[in-house]
């Protein structure tokens, strides 16, 4: 039973990851290694074994890049693409979620001293592109798409793809959002076009302003040598 829930788990990141020729492979993935560290260290958390607990993710961290509290609660097929992913104590993390390279799932206000709910909660088939940052105990709905290098602060609906810095929501039209993967959970075509649409409406206000410019400089030279004309005049 047991081989067969690694092998699925394994099969799970292979349709997300197209580099890997075998499960062999796979086994060798940091963020494989980081998860099965992770199983041993939470059971440590939970039977209140905090140092030995420790021990085991400062070894993770150290092997593979990845550091994923003791105390965060992660459910099945997670995959970490590439390491330098921070996971916070009260993170909970639904199943099939993918993360990408430098995320941090980080916690607000580590100043004042309070415990309770502090990380994110992720829910199901959410994928996290490179360099997002998901803070504080916010909720990312179910196969929602939080774009590279966004910065997350608010919750998240359901099928929402948050990208900028504060992330907002664009729209996702039926065919994105029925994708079973998006690489990076970044959208690159249909969901952009209404931003670029408002660069290129910038472009033209700017282009329409330097003729405008250049029109009423040639006005004021027209009547500076006018002016000067006149002068000419009246000296003679």
């Keep these: ?15 997300r990851d197209p580099a890997p020729r075998s499960r062999w492979e796979i086994l060798t993935y940091p963020g494989v290694w980081a998860l099965a ?27 593979t890049a990845i550091d994923i509290h003791p105390g965060a609660r992660i459910g099945r097929n997670l995959f970490i693409d590439h390491g330098f992913t921070v996971i ?19 916690g607000t206000n580590p100043t004042n001293g309070v415990g309770g709910k502090r990380h994110p909660t ?24 939080i774009g590279a290098n966004a910065v997350v602060t608010d919750d998240v609906p359901d099928g929402a793809t948050m990208i900028g810095l504060k992330a907002r929501s664009t729209l996702m039209p039926v065919s994105e959002y029925m994708r079973e993967f998006m690489p990076y959970g970044t959208p690159c075509n249909e969901p952009c076009e209404p931003d670029m649409g408002r660069v290129e409406a910038l472009e033209q206000q700017l282009t329409e302003m ?18 000067e004309h006149s002068r000419s005049g009246t000296d003679n």
């Design 210 to 227: 330097r003729a405008e410019i250049a029109a009423l400089r040639e006005a004021a030279a027209g009547v500076s040598i006018v002016a």
């Design 37 to 63: 560290f992770h199983r041993v260290a939470h059971w440590l958390f939970e039977a209140e074994l905090f140092l030995l607990a420790r021990m085991v993710n400062h070894t993770a961290r150290f092997l």
């Design 122 to 145: 992720i829910r199901d088939n959410v994928i996290i592109g490179s360099g997002a940052q998901v803070i504080g105990p916010i909720t990312v709905g179910e196969r929602a798409r």
């Design 88 to 106: 916070g104590e009260t993170a909970q993390i639904g199943h099939n979620v993918t993360i990408y390279q430098c995320v941090t799932l980080g």
């Design 1 to 15: 039973m047991m081989f067969g829930k690694l092998t699925s788990y394994l099969d799970s990141i292979r349709a």
